[in-house]
């Protein structure tokens, strides 16, 4: 796996988690970047080099963004608790104003709070609020003062099983004391109980670690001392939420908001929203940074693939675009074409890409897939996929120049976290892992394959019948989806089959909710630099559990010998959670744990996200949220990006 040696202390990943908070990327492949299934070539690729040209009048820098999403990335709600996808964070997060944010550099800056510290070594953590932050409606007027009481109101909203459904619990259930006692609390309301409740009396504010002594401070109380705690600051679970809006429209108001009725204390609004269509985010004249650089408008486009979105940046019509591999080998293979001196590689993206398997998968009548759930119960078979797959052609399909930058062996991000003594955290995974270099293995895949087909005889028929689904009409999902196939039935058309399957509009309700799916490749990125922020994903018995709860289904489980398993690995995350004093040693105890998670193939790491693209943004000096951009009129030159990049490393 490539490394750059750098000082970066975390910095690369950071800035892109103001996007995530806890950050799932779209588990649909058609949110990857494909096109044609064409291998690697058999040389080496040498990145493009920008020929000579006179010298040019300087860009301006754009006034208005003009980007997209993918149709079947639509928003989620507009309600930003209540969603943990990117796309939908995304919008939502450039509406409201956060305790902190991030600059260019990664480094953690005031927002919502002008000041804040730990007096107690991040057991308890105070924030001194603005006085001029104002929430507004869609229009821009004003429609109340934001008060540290709105933080508290936003946190309720979080942890009231009710209301948000468990979405974004985990970090606060972690570190908030009383969050989690809370949470289990509401859960066993009835509901009309739960919504009820609120942050101004009663069973919140006895139970959980949180006040507001004035109007303008806002107090946390950890359950054990974080001294990463203000990492999490900049994420969904901790953005407030106007009490007077709730006053005034009531808990199913909130629940069933749209961009005309909801209220913004963020740089922008949405003042258009045609579903499936396009959006636009104006900038709010109340925001309270005037020192800000934002743009007039942001405009999202609704596309059907990334294709779409290339023949768009071409026209002129959107700002940026990632290349398909098929598009990308076009441009690339053409040195004296239009686009070859602009094509760049992109800044990896903030996401670690993993395989996951749903352990209690369902038929469409709704009855137990016996075959599947007993084949991937067996460890020996999630191994031989583990280590039988070689992902080559899979990288290739984002980063066909250097499809190495893509390999990924660990769960969490590399470049995310370091001891104190400058090692990368992942680089003590790898050592547990007893990895050197990759990890594929095809004498070892078949022997695990062969193992599992003797352990499983008489129990399940082969060939494993394995469902993969993705967007309906999407041909860079099936594209990608194609690569996967290939590479999964490598191990032998006896052992198992891919069924490409697809939904039409929401993968979610169609497919992950009544569980009809085999595996689900999704990425996540954490709005917090802690391995605990990955681990806390997958671990046994835990609503918060993202992963583990709404794709694994591993409460669900019945293999013994696998909920054995799981539950080793969620006493080993456990454990690690509660090291607080010696980071060594809790980084030292997450990196057991992880390494225990791939060891048993619990999840398969897959890719990390590092494209080529075609861009008007520099992507190595800019915070999320559409804020203070680097941008420039004409697209950037692929010099120009070697130079940002370069200089991005050098400090």
């Known amino acids: 796996m490539k490394r750059y040696a750098t000082r970066l202390l975390a910095m690369l990943m950071a800035v892109m988690m103001v996007l995530t908070a806890c950050g799932k990327d779209s588990g649909d492949p058609g949110k990857d970047a494909s096109g044609g299934t064409t291998p690697p070539p058999a040389t080496e690729p040498t990145p493009p080099t920008e020929p000579a040209a006179p010298e040019e009048a300087k860009a301006e820098p754009l006034t208005d963004w003009v980007t997209w999403q993918l149709a079947t990335s639509e928003l989620e709600t507009f309600v930003i608790f209540g969603t943990e996808s990117s796309p939908s964070l995304e919008v939502l997060m450039a509406c409201t104003t956060p305790l902190l944010e991030r600059n260019g550099a990664g480094q953690l800056v005031a927002a919502g709070a002008k000041e804040w510290g730990s007096e107690d070594g991040g057991l308890t953590w105070t924030f001194k609020l603005r006085d001029d932050i104002t929430w507004v409606d869609v229009s821009g007027n004003e429609k109340a003062k934001t008060v540290a009481h709105d933080w508290l109101t936003g946190l309720e909203w979080v942890l ?13 259930n972690q570190l908030v004391a009383g969050a989690e006692e809370y949470y289990n609390y509401t859960k066993e309301l009835d509901e009309a109980e739960a919504l009820a409740l609120s942050a101004d009396e009663g069973p919140f504010l006895e139970m959980v670690g949180i006040e507001a ?36 429209m009531g808990v199913d108001g909130i629940k069933n908001q749209d961009s005309t009725t909801m209220w913004y204390n963020g740089a922008y609004t949405i003042t258009e929203y045609i579903m499936s269509n396009t959006k636009t985010l104006t900038k709010n004249p109340a925001y309270w940074d005037k020192d800000a650089k934002l743009f007039d408008t942001v405009t999202y486009l609704m596309v059907e693939d990334n294709l779409a979105a290339q023949n768009l940046f071409m026209n002129g ?77 899979y990288w290739a399909r984002y980063n066909f120049i250097n499809p190495q930058n893509c390999e990924n062996v660990a ?82 058309s006896d052992y198992i089959t891919v069924n490409i399957k697809t939904f039409v509009s929401n993968g979610t309700q169609e497919v992950y909710n009544p569980k009809l799916h085999s595996v689900v490749i999704s990425g996540w990125g954490a709005d917090y630099r802690d391995p605990e922020n990955f681990i806390g994903q997958e671990l046994y018995g835990d609503d918060g559990a993202f992963y583990a709860m709404r794709y694994s289904n591993v409460n669900d489980i019945t293999d013994e010998a696998l909920i054995a398993t799981y539950q080793e690995f969620t006493e080993l995350g456990r454990t690690a959670s509660g090291i607080f004093d010696d980071i060594t040693k809790r980084y030292d105890a997450y990196a057991e744990a992880e390494a225990y998670m791939i060891e048993h193939a619990l999840v398969i790491p897959l890719n990390y996200r590092v494209n080529w693209e075609l861009t008007k ?16 009129s004409e697209p950037y030159k692929t010099g120009q990006y070697e130079q940002f990049k370069a200089d991005f490393y050098a400090k």
């Not at 009231?160 to 606060?172: E, L, Q, R, V």
């Not at 594929?440 to 399940?460: H, I, N, P, R, T």
């Not at 943004?617 to 420039?632: I, L, Q």
């Open 317 to 393: 019509e959107v700002d940026y675009c990632t290349l398909s591999e098929s598009n990308l080998r076009t441009i690339y293979e053409n040195p004296n074409g239009e686009w070859y001196p602009y094509l760049v590689e992109a800044r990896p993206q903030s996401f670690s890409y993993q395989l996951h398997f749903n352990y209690n998968k369902l038929k469409e009548d709704g009855t137990p897939d016996e075959n599947w759930n007993s084949a991937v119960a067996n460890e020996a078979f999630r191994k031989s996929l583990m280590y039988g797959m070689d992902l080559q052609n």
């Open 160 to 172: 009231n099983f009710h209301k948000n459904s468990g979405y974004n619990t985990s970090m606060p």
């Open 617 to 632: 943004r520099n992507d190595y000096n800019y915070m999320g949220g559409f804020k203070n951009w680097e941008t420039s």
């Open 411 to 492: 769960y969490t991000m590399t470049e995310m976290m370091y001891y104190p003594d400058g090692r990368d955290y992942v680089q003590k995974v790898w050592e547990n892992l007893g990895y050197s270099s990759g990890r594929y293995d095809a004498e070892k895949g078949k022997s695990f394959k062969e193992q599992a087909m003797e352990e499983l005889s008489g129990k399940v028929s082969f060939p494993v019948q394995m469902d993969y689904y993705i967007a309906a009409g999407n041909q860079d999902s099936l594209d990608t989806a194609t690569v996967i196939k290939e590479i999964i039935e490598a191990l032998g």
């Open 213 to 248: 002594p004035d109007d303008y401070t806002v107090v946390y109380h950890c359950t054990k001392n974080a001294p990463y705690f203000e990492s999490l600051c900049s994420g969904a679970a901790l953005r407030p939420l106007s009490q007077a809006q709730v006053d005034e």
